[in-house]
């Protein structure tokens, strides 16, 4: 049996302001591996309930070039330079994670986080490097009506019933698959 594979180095190939594609070399005592990986910095999505209601986003996606039903969110870092430099410096990414959810809740819908917690994070896979932290929002202030949206975002915030939103999650209406997983496993505890 080969011992476990351990990182020789790693080169970038490409940078962008969101991306990078580096080069991963691994080696053990039979052979080298190369992998190309596409990262990014983290992003956020907020699961926010309020008694058997969950708060989707009705959101315009250029890449769908249609309307998704989602949940808001937003990136943690608004360079890939700045996700480098904290994870650089060891520092908490969690602790960004969570501030970068209080953030787009407050723009994107409006409301107010008193608390959040982390439900879980998904990875992305081997060759993409970006990870999604999903928070759980059940306590809040403000209201719908005082979003603070960027210029090019058209996002408009519908609470849905926990049944109706398995039935968006099944039917394709909410289109982001990873979060289409986590919003099921988060009903299937309720």
């Excluded at 080169?11 to 990262?39: D, H, Q």
């Excluded at 309930?49 to 808001?72: A, S």
């Excluded at 360079?79 to 994670?97: F, G, P, Q, R, W």
Aim: with cysteine; proline share 3%.
């Amino acid at each position: 049996m080969n011992k476990a594979k351990s990182i020789v180095k790693e080169k970038v190939i490409y940078a962008g302001k969101t991306f990078e594609i580096t080069k991963k070399y691994f080696k053990n005592e039979k052979l080298s591996i190369e992998f190309e990986i596409a990262r990014r910095s983290p992003g956020v999505r907020l699961i926010i309930v309020k008694k058997d209601k969950i708060l989707l986003t009705k959101e315009f996606r250029p890449e769908l070039n249609d309307y998704d039903y989602r949940l808001p969110g937003g990136k943690v870092f608004d360079s890939l330079k700045e996700y480098k430099t904290t994870i650089s410096k060891k520092y908490n990414i969690l602790k960004y994670a969570e501030e970068a959810a209080k953030k787009e809740c407050a723009e994107e819908t409006g409301l107010i986080p008193k608390r959040t917690r982390l439900f879980q994070t998904t990875k992305a896979g081997l060759t993409v490097e970006w990870d999604l932290f999903y928070f759980v929002v059940d306590d809040f202030d403000g209201s719908v009506k005082n979003q603070k949206l960027e210029d090019d975002e058209i996002i408009h915030p519908v609470w849905k019933t926990f049944e109706e939103t398995k039935k968006m999650c099944l039917n394709n209406k909410v289109k982001e698959d990873r979060s289409v997983g986590v919003i099921l496993r988060f009903l299937l505890q309720k």
